[in-house]
T-cell receptor
């Protein structure tokens, strides 16, 4: 168990629908990151939150949105789903920003596999 | 913009052999961090090893070691005495001051019995 919890593990939904993916970061981590991994592809950065605030945005579609709540858990909302949105969605968390010491880098959750049919 | 390039899409080696996975990156930063992540068939992302750019000494973690060449912007991963459990996708990754990790496209490694 990495300490980062993602729910649900699997999700099957129809095109045009909306889903919410949830992530609880490792205890003490303030930053949450969302990545999308399509079949046999690398990880594409979507968005980062730090202590409730959006910090960086990557290749995130306008149909997608995210937020981080006061208890630091985060949700990724995907709407008007298309077949091409089928992917593995990872959440990762990290401690303080770069420079905090030996514990740098991300801890990943086990991912949510989204299938759009 | 920073980029990470893994030139070997797929590799296969016999069990117990040593294998080296290549990675190059491009950045204008002087201080940054480099990582190798492993993604086995379970799809979990597992941190294998990490390196701080300002440290000249190459990082090692048991059978895993890196060859970090800062001037050449090269960060290769060496796996010694490879085991069947090392079969996985390996991603090289870069992180700079903005704390965002950029991943390469990965190298699929097969360890053959």
């Amino acid at each position: 168990d990495s300490g980062v919890t993602q729910t649900p593990k699997h999700l099957i939904t129809a095109t045009g629908q909306r889903v919410t993916l949830r992530c609880s970061p490792r205890s003490g981590d303030l930053s949450v990151y969302w990545y999308q991994q399509s079949l046999d592809q690398g990880l594409q950065f979507l968005i980062q939150y730090y202590n409730g605030e959006e910090r960086a945005k990557g290749n995130i579609l306008e149909r997608f949105s995210a937020q981080q709540f006061p208890d630091l858990h985060s949700e990724l909302n995907l709407s008007s789903l298309e077949l091409g949105d089928s992917a593995l969605y990872f959440c990762a968390s990290s401690a303080e920003v770069v420079g905090s010491g030996a514990d740098y880098g991300y801890t990943f959750g086990s991912g949510t596999r989204l299938t759009v049919v | 913009a920073q980029t990470v390039t893994q030139s070997q899409p797929e590799m296969s080696v016999q069990e117990a052999e040593t294998v080296t996975l290549s990675c190059t990156y491009d950045t204008s930063e002087n201080n940054y961090y480099l990582f190798w992540y492993k993604q086995p068939p379970s799809r979990q992302m597992i941190l294998v090893i990490r390196q701080e750019a300002y440290k000249q000494q190459n990082a090692t973690e048991n059978r895993f070691s890196v060859n970090f060449q800062k001037a050449a912007k090269s960060f290769s991963l060496k796996i010694s005495d490879s085991q069947l459990g090392d079969t996985a996708m390996y991603f090289c990754a870069f992180m700079n001051r903005d704390d965002k990790i950029i991943f390469g496209k990965g190298t699929r490694l097969h360890i053959l019995p």
